[in-house]
Every structure is written in C-alpha cells, then in structure tokens.
C-alpha cells in the first residue's frame, strides 16, 4: 500500500484545492491530487493509496470499475472520505448514491438534489467524543455556510452536527431561534477500511467561518500561491485525514 493520500477534486491547486493541499503539505501529509474537471489517472486502479479523498468530484468523472477498486482497496485497509460540496454526495452533479462507493461509506444519500444553503447561522455542534476531534475547543464552535443532507448507516457513529438558527432583530437586539439539527460529521468502517462522511466543504462558500477557526493563523504556500486559514480549522481536517487513513501526521 501507499503511504499516500489519493485527493480528488475540488478544482485545481491553484483554486479551491489549495485549501486542502496546503494543509496536507504543512503537517507533511503526501498526496497525489486530481483536479476535478479530469478523470483520475490510468494508474488510479493499480496502486493502493492509504486514503482516498473524494470532494466536489462528479461520479462522471469515473472510468468504469475504477469505484469498484476503491471500495476493494477500502475493504482491504485503505481509508475512504468524502467531503460536502455540490458534486459531492447527490449535489448537483455528485449523484454517488448509486454508485458503488455507496456501499463503503457510513451514510445513506438522497436520491435527490441534497444541497442545503444556510443564510442565516449555522453552527456545528459535537455529539461525541473522537480522535477527529483532539485538541479542539468546540465550546467555541464555528459556523457553516451550507451542508449535504443525508442520513447515518445504522452501524455509523454521528460526531458533529449542524445545527441552523433563525435571527430576527428585536428592538436592538437580535433573537436567535435553534432550529433544524442534521448529521454533520458520521465515521464508520467498511471491511478493514476507516471511512467518514463530512457534509460540507474544505472551501469556500460552504466552509463558511470554519475556515478562520482559530486563535491563531496558518500561513501555508501551495501551487505558487498561499493560503492562510485558523490553526483548529486546519488541525480538524488534520486529524480527519490521519485517523481516516491511518497516516501519522507531522506537528
């Protein structure tokens, strides 16, 4: 097995795959990406990645039985991970939940356009203790600007929430209202594999404020360009890709 991270999607390095990949390089993360306007490489097939991240890459974009040798691959010890976005999940070009990959991951997909955009607050609010979530102060949680709707596997475990409130100014003050709670962060396992659903994304818009979440910043160079983004949104999705893949991550 590789000892690397198969990143598919979210554009191009010099996009909104930056985010990820200059988080990946800055705690020594190895990855392989794949923009997400190609079709993964001829080789995608042949070699086993410790884990394989699939954000905002269309289902289209797969050959024929390539999914089918990564849920193989999961079966046999490689981690698998989706990221939230608008061709992740159903979305609006997604529509992986009739796909084989599917069958690996620890949630149930509509089979309609899942798309939830939150104008108003969205905060992620946690439900369980795990490794995903070391060292982050959630009694300070951060917010969202939209989600994937889809529903935990009976034998997943639900880590974060989302959680909508309304807001509507009350003389000078503004009334904020709990509203409609959904599975935001859901782990589970599929043979050997680890795998872990994410509803929203990594990038902007639907990152929202998780993007700042911090108390301190993390400037990162990435594809000849940079990021800089909070140090618990970047130790988040950190510790998501490790414990998913089973990958020892560098400080």
Not at 169 to 189: D, I, Q, Y
Request: with cysteine.
């Amino acid at each position: 097995m590789i000892r690397r991270i198969c990143y598919l999607g979210d554009d191009n390095l010099a996009g909104a795959a930056a985010y990820l990949a200059g988080i990946m390089t800055h705690f020594g993360l190895a990855y392989d990406h794949v923009p997400g306007t190609q079709p993964p490489p001829l080789s995608l097939a042949s070699q086993q990645y410790a884990l394989y991240v699939i954000s905002d890459y269309p289902a289209a974009r797969f050959r024929a039985a390539e999914m089918e040798q990564i849920v193989k691959y999961v079966d046999q010890g490689s981690g698998l991970v989706m990221l939230g976005g608008w061709e992740s999940f159903f979305g609006r070009l997604g529509e992986y939940q009739r796909s084989p990959l599917a069958q690996a991951l620890p949630v149930v997909m509509r089979d309609r356009d899942d798309r939830c955009n939150c104008a108003q607050p969205c905060l992620i609010d946690k439900v369980a203790d795990h490794p995903v979530l070391e060292g982050l102060p959630l009694d300070t949680p951060p917010g969202i600007g939209g989600f994937n709707a889809f529903t935990p596997k009976a034998d997943a475990a639900t880590v974060l929430t989302s959680v909508q409130f309304s807001v509507c100014r009350a003389g000078e003050r503004f009334e904020f209202t709990r509203g409609a709670e959904a599975p935001l962060l859901v782990v589970g396992r599929h043979g050997r594999g680890r795998t872990a659903a994410l509803a929203t994304d990594v990038a902007p818009h639907w990152v929202g404020g998780l993007v700042d979440w911090g108390d301190r910043r993390i400037v990162q160079e990435v594809a000849g360009g940079f990021i800089e983004v909070g140090n618990w949104y970047a130790r988040f999705f950190r510790n998501l890709l490790s414990w998913t893949g089973r990958i020892e991550p560098h400080e």
